[in-house]
């Protein structure tokens, strides 16, 4: 067997995680081709094909899980020898991939990124704002932000960090009973904020919603333009200029926020340092 270079094992990493080409070239910075290169030489040093093409996506073979193991060691590794390097002056420097829901990014994280650079200026993070569960056990993130209690990723360490209260809001100024729902949309009927809209129209004999979206972020807007009422995190609707909150004090759903890490990644001081922000900037908006 030909000798592997680690470089090409951070194509492969990078192809992984993100399951097409085009991606994983706009992460390592170089073209799609330079990627496929990359990969093809590894399978001719393995004599074996690494990945395959499932419904449009990249996916690793049994090989190719092998090689990710074994890549993912490597990589964990040149993270420990950066972060013992760094010790001697106890900075934390690299970059750190946090993945969240788009709400928690755009509303809370990304107004705290600024004292976060001003303590820490030797830090990158990498925001990834999507609905979709990112899996921290294969490294497409380091850290992962979300409004629920951890069930398949048993390999990856999890707390539980503030629980959150949401509440109906509409457009200030109009009658309630007038507004159409703004609810979430098919394949997220099943969040708690979904279901007891679906209640609520029920109950108000409304049967269907004026808009469907997928993230509290694309709600907000909706309402702010006027278009009707829907549930957002309190934490957001109440500061929120042009709102006003239609379902009184209490908050109709509660919602944990829960963190998680890979369980080799955490004692890595850029890591630590980025989940103490995280918990600190979650706790202040909490409650």
């Not at 549930?231 to 963190?259: F, K, M, N, Q, Y």
């Amino acid at each position: 067997m030909q000798r592997l270079d680690w470089n090409d094992l951070r194509y492969v990493l990078s192809t992984a995680r993100t399951g097409r080409l085009a991606e994983a070239a706009r992460r390592m910075k170089v073209d799609a081709t330079t990627v496929s290169r990359r990969l093809a030489r590894i399978e001719r040093a393995l004599g074996a094909q690494i990945f395959h093409r499932d419904t449009g996506l990249l996916v690793p073979t049994e090989v190719g899980a092998r090689v990710l193991e074994h890549a993912e060691c490597v990589e964990l590794a040149i993270d420990e020898l950066g972060s013992a390097a760094m010790g001697a002056d106890a900075r934390a420097s690299g970059t750190v991939r946090i993945t969240s829901t788009p709400w928690l990014i755009n509303r809370l994280l990304i107004p705290a990124l600024a004292a976060l650079h001003v303590d820490h200026p030797f830090i990158t993070i990498d925001l990834n704002s999507e609905p979709r569960n990112v899996d921290v056990t294969k490294r497409e993130a380091d850290i992962a932000v979300r409004l629920a209690r951890p069930h398949r990723e048993h390999r990856a360490l999890a707390r539980r960090l503030a629980t959150f209260g949401f509440a109906v809001y509409g457009p200030a100024g109009r009658k309630p009973s007038s507004l159409p729902w703004i609810t979430f949309e098919e394949g997220m009927a099943t969040l708690p904020q979904a279901v007891w809209i679906t209640r609520a129209m029920k109950r108000e004999g409304k049967r269907q919603p004026i808009l469907l979206a997928n993230d509290a972020e694309v709600m907000l807007h909706a309402i702010v333009n006027g278009l009707g009422k829907s549930i957002l995190p309190c934490a957001i609707g109440d500061r929120t200029t042009g709102l006003a909150r239609l379902s009184g004090r209490t908050p109709v759903v509660h919602r944990e926020v829960w963190l998680m890490v890979h369980p080799e990644l955490r004692h890595l001081s850029r890591i630590r340092t980025v989940i103490d922000w995280i918990e600190q900037t979650i706790l202040a908006h909490a409650g």
